[in-house]
């Protein structure tokens, strides 16, 4: 099979093209999408391929654009909103939570909105605390919609037709510091991935490690450092954050006995307390001792370099958290 | 001592080497941040005023000391102006503890208390509805004074803008809003975002008294803001300027420009704040020969003095990294 290298932005840019010419419904909607190529360059060229109605420039007006996309979604489009960060998409969460995720319980089954919105998330750039949080906890949250979190530049390209197919709304959180990650894909076939089930990412045997977009490959870094003290570590990638793959968490923990959480948002109320929950829920007994978790501290992320870094999850941090949680 | 109690501009010598001292302040300083960004000195998002000079000059010449400032993450011309050093504005963009704010909100977080310059808002249209609180909190306490609020352009499609001039109008509020229209939001023109491209027309909808003002040319903006200001102060609720004007340089470093034409560019420039008030001034004889000159000189020791005191700044110690997330609790607790 002939594979090719390409970066998670040009994997996202690819997925939009390809949903884009596969159905007539789809159209990309938000701020500087379309002359300005999107904030983070994922839709570079696609005017010129697409046109101006179908990459559709949306004024500074998160709550309408995204309630217009909702509205489109119900009118029989199928539209892809882009919120530059997940930091402004607070201004469209009423639209979000009021209406894309209520509508179809409220209305008794029967109105359901298609829509993709996708939107970058997380911190590790020096941009302060009004660009930098990760809140996919917070749609996670959310009864009525579906989260996911490509960590990887298969589930970049892989995601979005899924999603477009889904009845009902999906967000995609892409980590700002993943656009540029490089690995091969296959040269041609269908690139959909399951968008229903958590990955393991690395087999072990002795502590699963469970993380989510940008931190699978702090986790990852971790489980090296580890393997070199003789602990051997699984990865599991979150993939989806809503609803949680329980079943591919549990298993890896009813084997390896000890779990360490990992997540870029702050502790507090957060989905590493979700999931922590649900170990002891459904695999206390088979657990050797406390779940861990590392999270982001609870303060803004400030813009130094040193302040941001040492208040994000680190390898080293992960790597401390294992041996805890091996009393090593 | 600034001269705020009249409604209209009085161009002396002295008030004249002010103006163009401050907008020459204000380039200098961003060119050497461009230059340092380049360094890696300072990282994260860098937008820098150049070309825009001209309002936060003109505006902040007409404000007294006391009334409070909200800006934009484009504010560092602001701050400068407002009076705030410039090695804490400096250090502030290199993240060090001695900057404005500790060095924990670098270039789009520059805030002030005791020159009640409350930031350095980076969430667009966000700071519209801190200013008609903070001139909420003036009038419920009786203190006759006006609020200043700069944003773009491109924050009158947002909510909050809408929003805040319907509580100023309705509430009757002492806020000056300064829109500073350089026509494109980050990469999209004015013309792609409104449905009518007249941001001063959107005032008067809810009854705010309004004004379009040639946003390069520095005594236009000043005359505009002292008759707005004090209208303000007088009791008569809030005002509304629209400042057309231009960003020479891209929307931030990342930006590489790629969305209007270079020859666009190169007219604006041909109206360069700095240089149409100065040639004027000189021909008028307000400014006299040398004067440019001693402020260029005045200026670049300003500036190495604030770099050799960011780079000689201390970092913020780690351990320090969770204080000030809320306050130490009152001393009287129940
Ligand atoms: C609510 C929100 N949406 C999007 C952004 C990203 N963003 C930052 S600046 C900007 C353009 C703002 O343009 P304008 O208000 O005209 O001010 P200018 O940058 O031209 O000074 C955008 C889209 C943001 N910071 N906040």
Known sequence: MTVRRMNYREAVREALREALARDKRVFLMGEDVNRYGGAYACSLGLPAEFGDERIRDAPLSESAFVGAGIGAALGGMRPIVEIMTINFSLLALDQIVNSAATLRHMSGGQFSVPIVIRMATGAGRQLAAQHSHSLEGWYGHIPGIRVLAPATVADARGMLWPALLDPDPVVIMEHATLYNDEDELPAEGDMSVDITKAAKRREGSDATVIAHSASVKKALNAAEMLAGEGIDCEVIDLRILRPLDDE?????????????????????????????????????????????????AEVPIPYPKHLEQAALPQPQSIAAAVRKAMRR | MRNIADDRVHLTREHAVELLRQMTRIRRFEEKCAELYTQEKIRGFLHLYIGEEANAVGVISALAEDEAIVATYREHGHALVRGLPMSEVMAEMFGKAAGSSRGRGGSMHIFSARHRFFGGNAIVAGGLPLAVGLALADKMLGIERATCCFFGEGAAAEGEFHESLNLAALWHLPVLFVCENNLYAMGTALARSQSNPSISTRAAVYGIASEAVDGMNVVDVEAAARRAVHAVRRGEGPRFIEAKTYRFRAHSMFDADLYREKAEIEAWKKRDPLTLFSDWALSAGVLHPDDRQEIEVDVAREIDTAVGFAEAAEWEPVEDLATDVVSPRPETEP
């Not at chain 1, 890896?252 to 870029?264: F, L, P, W, Y």
């Not at chain 1, 507090?268 to 590392?294: H, K, M, N, P």
């Open chain 1, 248 to 296: 591919t968490i549990v298993a890896s923990v009813r084997k390896t006995h000890r779990a360490v959480i990992v997540d870029e948002a702050w502790r507090s109320g957060s989905l590493a307390a979700e999931i922590s929950s649900r170990i002891t829920e459904q695999a206390f007994y088979d657990l050797d001792g406390a779940v861990e978790r590392v999270c982001s």
